[in-house]
């Protein structure tokens, strides 16, 4: 997509999340060591984030609700999302940035054989439980979006573009994604 764009996953969330919760002089060491979008999220987080606590390397929430760890996950994808250029994917980042007119959202959908083959391909999944690790993740994903946003994930209406993996192929689809990018002049 050009240079200039983040890629905001899970993992990066809950990096984030974590930093979040270091002392500020911590933060800004690691932001002149590592300086990058990660490194001014968690600056930004770090004063905004009373409910993390410290534990030696790892930030844990004081009140383990998951209510406050939503709340974390919402900052941290408003936070990236008004730097701009970054590529979010998932936790309910659709119903969340919903309103905003600078999001391109899109629903990326395949067959289940086709699903189960990454799984054990490329994510390294036990062919005896893809099927299992597949309907309950599926689960886990409809469920966060419904109870926190009172949303159906699935509702293709709340997506601007909805690519078939399989049929496409991974290429294929992130091609599409770009000329759209392209095409509303953002790349």
């Not at 410290?54 to 999302?81: Q, S």
């Not at 119903?95 to 905003?100: D, E, H, K, Y």
Request: net charge negative; no cysteine; hydrophobic share 45%.
């Amino acid at each position: 997509m050009g240079d200039g764009w983040t890629l905001v996953d899970n993992e990066f969330v809950d990096q984030v999340a974590r930093r979040a919760g270091l002392p500020r002089d911590e933060v800004a060491r690691r932001e002149e060591r590592a300086p990058g979008l990660l490194e001014r999220l968690a600056r930004t987080l770090a004063v905004a984030a009373p409910e993390m606590l410290i534990t030696g390397d790892h930030a844990i929430p004081v009140e383990k609700d998951e209510e406050t760890i939503v709340k974390m996950t919402e900052r941290v994808i408003a936070e990236a999302a008004s730097e701009g250029r970054v590529v979010l994917v998932g936790r309910g980042a659709q119903a969340i940035l919903a309103t905003r007119p600078n999001a391109l959202h899109v629903y990326v959908v395949a067959s289940l054989p086709f699903r189960r083959k990454v799984a054990v391909e490329r994510l390294g999944v036990d062919p005896a439980s893809a099927d299992k690790v597949i309907a309950e993740t599926d689960q886990q994903r409809d469920q966060y979006v419904k109870s926190h946003y009172g949303r159906d994930r699935q509702d293709l209406t709340q997506y601007d573009l909805v690519l078939n993996a399989e049929r496409l192929g991974f290429e294929g689809a992130a091609e599409l994604i770009v000329a759209e990018v392209k095409r509303r002049a953002w790349g």
